[in-house]
């Protein structure tokens, strides 16, 4: 495949699109409801690339008009403090959804935490509830970061029945929740990870292949089939010539002129898991409006 034919998937352009379609929804909705929908980020400790996550979503949430009832506490909070805020926020009516940033600090247990939000405003899609309506294909909240690759596929027109779908990684934020949205969509879903043996064997036989791993550049030219549509969710602090930047897992340079679509690290999937946090919200709030019809 020629360099020139390998398009972007240009998440950041999308993003911001969904952004203002939901300004518009929100301003019909709030005249309606009476009040904005409502997101509470909640955050522990001073880890400087989660404040900068948690910042990126409060300004999102300003931009299009959903209220922030975040709480950012100091790392030593306990557990029951931050379980007891979790349990004002579920009985909170102004609040459509609760998000607690990853990762805590060791002496919280995530799990446990996670098991306390109320499923319905789970804004993350992390709650054992929603993951299991994502394993049945019943409805309901789905994690950000997955829903905007699938989005982002959707955007471009990427046909996914019948194809071969390679994820690599098996988190529950990423890996595992792709792949089961990818074979909700009919591909053959295979999930390589860091125990599976020639790797490269397995991702050359991908028409579309996502990596989630948190390795810059493990993802070379050779390891990609011509032609395929490469997915990278990885994002990694690296220094280049002195300078801070970020890159994903793939070697964007060697691997772009093989693929026919490829996300660019940044201004791929990243901008899209906002935007999908921001669109889980307003599902939310749109779902506690019909709840309250029917009461
Ligand atoms: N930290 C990094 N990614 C995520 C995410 O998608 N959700 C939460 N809660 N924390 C994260």
């Not at 994502?134 to 955007?155: D, H, I, K, N, Y």
């Amino acid at each position: 495949m020629p360099a020139e034919s390998s398009k972007l998937l240009d998440g950041k352009r999308l993003a911001l699109q969904i952004q203002e379609e939901l300004t518009t929804q929100i301003q019909t909705l709030q005249a309606e409801i009476g009040r904005p929908p409502g997101l509470a980020v909640l955050m522990v400790g001073d880890n400087p690339a989660s404040a900068a996550y948690v910042r990126n979503k409060e300004r999102a949430c300003e931009r299009v008009g959903i209220a922030s009832f975040g709480h950012h506490f100091p790392t030593e909070v306990t557990f029951d403090e931050v379980k007891q805020t979790i349990h004002n926020l579920n009985a909170n009516p102004e609040v459509d959804g609760i998000l607690v940033q990853l990762p805590l600090p060791p002496h919280l247990d995530a799990t446990a935490l996670l098991y306390e939000i109320d499923p319905d405003k789970d804004v993350d899609g992390l709650h054992p509830l929603n993951l299991g309506r994502l394993v049945r294909g019943e409805p309901g909240l789905r994690s950000c970061t997955p829903a905007g690759v699938m989005r982002l596929l959707a955007a471009y027109d990427v046909e996914l029945q019948g194809k071969h779908a390679v994820v690599i990684g098996r988190s529950i934020l990423v890996g595992k929740p792709v792949s089961l949205m990818l074979l909700a969509a009919n591909a053959t879903v295979t999930m390589a990870h860091s125990r599976t043996p020639d790797l490269a064997a397995v991702t050359r036989t991908a028409d579309i292949l996502v990596t989630a791993v948190g390795q810059p550049g493990l993802i070379t030219a050779e390891m990609v089939k011509p032609g395929a549509v490469v997915i990278d969710v990885g994002i990694n602090r690296k220094e280049v010539e002195g300078k801070a930047c970020l890159v994903g897992d793939v070697d964007f340079a060697s691997v772009q002129p093989h693929s026919s679509l490829i996300t660019p690290v940044p201004g791929g999937v990243g901008p899209m898991t906002v935007s999908l946090l921001l669109g889980n919200t307003v599902w939310s709030y749109k779902q506690r409006r019909k709840a309250s019809y029917n009461s």
